[in-house]
């Protein structure tokens, strides 16, 4: 049996970033991963969509030409060659994971690992031991107990399919399948959205999602809530059947894609050979990311059950629980400051706080919103969509949250990003100066 300092069962982002923390301390580090090396953001998801979403971005600036006097024909996408040029973005990528670990001295096992008690683990029949256990486990598709439901896609399932579907259903209308619902039908799929809930986006502000409903439904996306699916079937011709509550006539459809939502995939661990206990839900901790029933083991990441499912969310919680492990700093991750995008055609972004969220904390806030649309910025560029609400403190002029749909939303995000972790207010942001003409300039007018 071999000891280690500190063994990290997963090899994403919070994992690794831990790794390199107690590494540069120089301790023994062993990394467990059952996938590849480099976790979902790079390999499975926010990466390869990204360029997905790219061109959908193109294609939408196209058919807005018309309006720059611009005269184009109808666009074509050819969806296996976008497909073979996403997973360029992908191919290798596990490679320079682990040669970078290996340049530093880092030993990685590859396998699916398991506790066996509670400061040790087994990948694949060999054992390991640690004075320190972090638990960076990816999250999974969210699997829901509905008979045929093993004929949905994953989205790692979509972007890797060459042939663009026909037809297409999401069961559940959360933040990828907006995403891939925005791409697919600038494509040319027929997409329909079924959410279970009043309103899809429960995280996101009402009005910001009511206008990411708008802009969906104008290019045809069927956006459907209060929708319960009861069954999925395959039929002889390859299509499939949706059977929705209430409704006589099933949904027919070339592919149904499970986004459902993601959940920390920890069932495989056998967490209770550690003295740990998972109801599915929860996991029991004493601070941010120590065990409260075994304090040698750590959870960061997707692992970390009710956290914000976000890369850069994964990479903070590694750095403070390696810093956690290492140094003994147990500091909690601060979270309303980092931005969130929604990469739909027009982009969402968010950060800090929404209204509901302020009334919670019986903030006092004054919420200004604006439509963009008339704006020079946005006509410029033909923009369908240019949105925001701003929340700010009355007491305090601080801003505490920001929420935005539009051309650049991911970038201009930032800024009210800075301000709200820097205590900047809003009449600051107003007496800066900016580039012009610029979105970003439109700040001042925000606030």
Request: with cysteine; proline share 5%.
């Amino acid at each position: 049996m071999k000891t280690h300092d500190l063994i990290v069962l997963g090899a994403g982002n919070a994992g690794l970033a831990a790794a390199s923390i107690a590494n540069e301390a120089g301790w023994s580090v062993l990394v467990a991963e059952s996938l590849d090396v480099g976790g979902t953001c790079p390999l499975r998801g926010c990466v390869p969509k990204k360029v997905l979403v790219a061109a959908a971005e193109a294609l939408d600036i196209i058919r807005r030409a018309s309006a720059h006097g611009i005269t184009v024909s109808e666009p074509k996408l050819d969806w296996g060659q976008l497909i073979r040029r996403e997973r360029t973005f992908v191919e290798g990528v596990p490679a320079q994971f682990a040669e970078s670990l290996a340049r530093r001295g880092i030993e990685l096992m590859k396998g699916h690992a398991r506790f066996v008690s509670e400061d040790s683990i087994e990948v694949d029949g060999r054992r390991f031991t640690a004075e320190k256990i972090l638990v960076a486990t990816c999250s999974a598709p969210r699997q829901l107990a509905i008979p045929g439901f093993e004929h949905a896609l994953s989205s790692a399932d979509l972007l890797a399919r060459e042939a663009l579907p026909r037809s297409i259903a999401f069961v559940g209308a959360g933040v990828i399948g907006f995403e891939l619902a925005h791409v697919l039908a600038r494509a040319g799929s027929q997409v329909t959205l079924l959410e279970v809930a009043e309103r899809p986006l429960p995280r996101n502000d009402p009005d910001q999602v009511a206008e990411l409903v708008r802009v969906s439904e104008a290019i045809g996306i069927e956006v459907r809530t209060e929708v319960r699916v009861e069954a999925v079937a395959r039929h002889g011709d390859g299509s499939l059947a949706v059977e929705v509550a209430g409704e006589t006539d099933p949904l027919r459809v070339d592919v149904v894609a499970n986004a459902a939502g993601r959940a920390p995939a920890l069932s495989g661990l056998a967490l209770d050979a550690a003295g740990i206990s998972w109801d599915g839900a929860t996991v029991p901790l004493a601070g941010p990311f120590r065990s409260a029933e075994n304090g040698r083991v750590f959870f960061a990441g997707d692992a970390l059950p009710g956290r914000p499912l976000l890369s850069p969310v994964a990479t903070l919680e590694g750095k403070l629980a390696g810093r956690h492990i290492v140094h003994g700093e147990e500091m909690e991750p601060r979270y309303d400051a980092i931005p969130s995008a929604i990469y739909t055609v027009p982009t969402l972004a968010s950060v800090g706080l929404t209204e509901r969220a302020a009334a919670d904390r019986d903030l006092d806030v004054g919420v200004k919103v604006s439509d963009m649309r008339s704006w020079r910025s946005a006509r410029t560029y033909a923009e369908e969509a240019a949105w925001a609400k701003v929340l700010v403190e009355r007491g305090t002029d601080r801003v505490v949250g920001a929420h935005l749909v539009g051309h650049g939303a991911a970038e201009t995000v930032h800024a009210f990003a800075s301000a709200i972790e820097h205590g900047w207010t809003a009449s600051y942001l107003k007496s800066r100066s900016y580039a012009y003409p610029t979105f970003h300039a439109d700040l001042k007018y925000l606030v």
